[in-house]
């Protein structure tokens, strides 16, 4: 196991990961920018070195300035959290070369693989995971297009290579838009991605978005930590996630995770990762979607998540701990059946933003009052105190508040109990529109779709 474990990263997900480390016996090193001097996750850790001023690609993503921080810290482990360099393939493969310092992740090789939307979907293709009907080769020209709309109607998703997360995906909806949105998917792909190479795949209207999270040790052993339902975004951006996902029935919960359990062993891919699916939602359904449901495999997410503490609540696994222990070698020490499912969880994220000003975040204040909840089922992954300055250099995101219940209504109820008493003074969040969220009726319904805030529900209330 490991003495001295650094992790490459700042917040919440810092002192997560640095808690993880201390209930295993393992010392824990922290870096930090300029602007992160006072940070409560520099606060938390046994030393921290300086890696740079607050420009994150002159501090956190500089990869040499990580390397030599371990390198001065002794430190014989990497742990990247979410986000940063997480899924930087080149930089996993210098922890990799480094002398003495584990990556505590998926190799680069699988990250690699999996990072390359048409080979991913190869991949998954090859191991009788059910992928959106498209192509897994790049298309070029219009002509291609049209005769996929020929044979998969329309509207046609035209997807970047490269692409990911919110961005590099075109809808058409008729065979006159072929051009135009072909020749803007690549300009973007090209902008933003550096790649202009795009693929096909027929568009979903309705998806719920449920994820698999995975945990697979080098012996090859992988197990699924069942799904969570990541249906409610904005902009593609999450704001709550839960699980289990009220729109599954315990038949295709169990279909969608055997399909990540082949689709991961398939990429060779170990430690802890995600497989995203889309689920085609039946319109006007009453009641969780049964086996015959269509889903299918997105994109292989090749890091651990934001809401991964939706699933540690629901099974009781602790996925960090499980991810330190497998690069350390360790064999998985549960089998599939092992694994339950108790109750219902759900995550918000808190984030510095002025929900009443289109989300627009923070420019700065203090902490004058930071009152977190408490009490039974609720748990609080942050790093702040009060009287902290609000760090603006980098995501908005300042903690998330993860409620257990022992069902969904519960879930729900004791959400409201905790986000009431949940006080922060001296910066905006958008602690109100959880607040409204819990008691908007589609939500507690559970019927909205990845749509729902961008496109239907009335948030002047
Ligand atoms: N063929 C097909 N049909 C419908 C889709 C709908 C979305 C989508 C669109 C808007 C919000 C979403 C939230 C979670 C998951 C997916 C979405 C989507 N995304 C959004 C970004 C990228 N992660 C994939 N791909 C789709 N692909
Ligand atoms: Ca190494």
């Known amino acids: 196991m490991f003495r001295k474990v650094l992790v490459a990263n700042r917040g919440e997900i810092a002192v997560r990961v640095m808690r993880a480390c201390k209930e295993l016996n393992i010392g824990t090193v922290a870096i930090y920018s300029d602007a992160d001097k006072n940070a409560g996750h520099v606060r938390y850790a046994d030393e921290a070195y300086n890696v740079g001023p607050a420009r994150a690609a002159d501090s956190y993503l500089d990869h040499e300035a990580v390397i030599e921080a371990a390198r001065k810290a002794d430190a014989d482990a990497i742990h990247p959290g979410y986000g940063f360099l997480a899924e930087n393939a080149e930089f996993a493969s210098k922890v990799e070369d480094a002398e003495g310092i584990t990556w505590i992740g998926p190799s680069s090789n699988a990250m690699e693989a999996l990072g390359e939307k048409t080979k991913a979907r190869s991949i998954m293709s090859e191991a009788d995971v059910p992928i959106v009907p498209g192509t897994t080769d790049p298309v070029t020209d219009p002509e291609e297009v049209k005769a996929f709309g020929e044979e998969y109607g329309y509207p046609i998703a035209i997807k970047a290579e490269g692409g990911g997360g919110g961005r590099g995906m075109k809808v058409v909806r008729s065979e006159e838009e072929v051009e135009d949105q072909l020749e803007s998917a690549k300009r973007e792909g090209e902008a933003y991605f550096d790649n202009d190479s795009v693929y096909l795949e027929r568009y979903l209207e309705q998806p719920r978005h449920i994820e698999v999270q995975i945990v697979a040790d080098e012996h090859g052993n992988v197990r699924h930590l069942g799904e969570r339902d990541c249906s409610l975004q904005r902009r593609h951006q999450k704001v709550i996630e ?23 062993a398939a990429a060779d891919y170990t430690n802890a990762g995600t497989v995203e699916f889309l689920v085609e939602e039946e319109p006007g359904r ?119 219940g022992e069902d969904r209504d519960e879930c729900i109820e004791r959400s409201l109990r905790a986000l009431r008493e949940y006080d922060i003074e001296g910066i905006p969040t958008i602690i109100p529109f959880h607040r409204l969220m819990l008691t908007d009726e589609e939500f507690v319904a559970s019927t909205h779709t990845t749509k729902y805030l961008d496109e239907e529900m009335d948030q002047s209330r």
């Open 242 to 264: 839960e699980g289990p996902s009220a729109a599954l029935t315990d038949e295709l919960r169990e279909k969608i995770g055997e399909a990540a359990r082949r689709g991961v």
């Open 286 to 404: 009453d009641g969780p979607l049964g086996p015959d449901a269509n889903f299918y495999f997105l994109e292989v997410n090749t890091r651990i998540q934001v809401e991964h503490t939706v699933t540690e609540e629901i099974t009781g696994y602790d996925i960090v701990k499980r991810q330190i222990r497998i690069a350390a070698g360790e064999e998985i020490d549960f089998d599939q059946d092992d694994v339950e499912f108790d109750g219902h969880a759900i995550e918000f994220r808190i984030n510095a933003e002025n929900a009443a000003n289109d989300f627009a975040p923070a420019t700065g204040g203090t902490l004058e009052t930071y009152d977190p909840p408490g009490g039974i089922g609720v748990r609080l992954d942050d790093a702040l105190r009060q009287g902290d300055d609000l760090v603006t250099d980098y995501d908005s995101m300042i903690a998330k508040l993860v409620v257990w």
